[in-house]
C-alpha cells in the first residue's frame, strides 16, 4: 500500500515538473507549481521515512524552508507587480535588481 502512494506521489511530482517547465510565462503559476512540487517531496519524504523508522524531524525542517520559499517567491512577486503592473516572466530581464 505505501509503495502504491509513492509510486503516485512520484508520478505527481512528475506532472508538477511538467507543469513548471510549460507554464513558465506567469510567475504566480510558476510560483504554484513550485509550491506542488513541494508538496510531493513532502509526500515521498514522508512515505520513505515511515518505510525506515526514522525520526521526523526532519519533515519539520523541511516544512519550514518550503514556507520561507513561499514568502520570498510571493514578496518578489508582489515586488514585480507594483513596478511593472503586471506578472510576466519576460519582464524579469528588463527589471535592475
Same mark, same amino acid.
Do not use: A, P, Q
Given at each position: 500500500?505505501?509503495?502504491?502512494?509513492?509510486?503516485?506521489? %512520484? $508520478?505527481? $511530482?512528475?506532472?508538477?515538473? &511538467?507543469?513548471?517547465?510549460? %507554464?513558465? /510565462?506567469?510567475?504566480?503559476?510558476?510560483?504554484?507549481?513550485? !509550491? $506542488?512540487?513541494?508538496?510531493?517531496?513532502?509526500?515521498?519524504?514522508?512515505?520513505?521515512?515511515?518505510? +525506515?523508522?526514522?525520526? $521526523?524531524? %526532519?519533515?519539520?525542517? &523541511?516544512?519550514?524552508?518550503?514556507?520561507? !520559499?513561499?514568502?520570498?517567491?510571493?514578496?518578489?512577486? +508582489?515586488?514585480?507587480?507594483?513596478?511593472?503592473?503586471?506578472?510576466?516572466?519576460?519582464?524579469?530581464?528588463?527589471? /535592475?535588481?
Amino acid at each position: 500500500m505505501i509503495w502504491m502512494n509513492l509510486n503516485l506521489s %512520484f $508520478f505527481s $511530482f512528475l506532472i508538477s515538473c &511538467f507543469m513548471f517547465s510549460f %507554464f513558465y /510565462k506567469h510567475i504566480l503559476l510558476t510560483l504554484i507549481s513550485l !509550491e $506542488f512540487m513541494m508538496i510531493n517531496m513532502l509526500m515521498n519524504l514522508y512515505m520513505i521515512l515511515i518505510n +525506515v523508522n526514522m525520526n $521526523f524531524f %526532519f519533515i519539520t525542517m &523541511f516544512i519550514n524552508i518550503v514556507i520561507c !520559499e513561499g514568502i520570498l517567491g510571493l514578496s518578489i512577486m +508582489v515586488y514585480m507587480i507594483r513596478n511593472s503592473g503586471n506578472d510576466y516572466m519576460n519582464l524579469l530581464n528588463l527589471m /535592475k535588481w
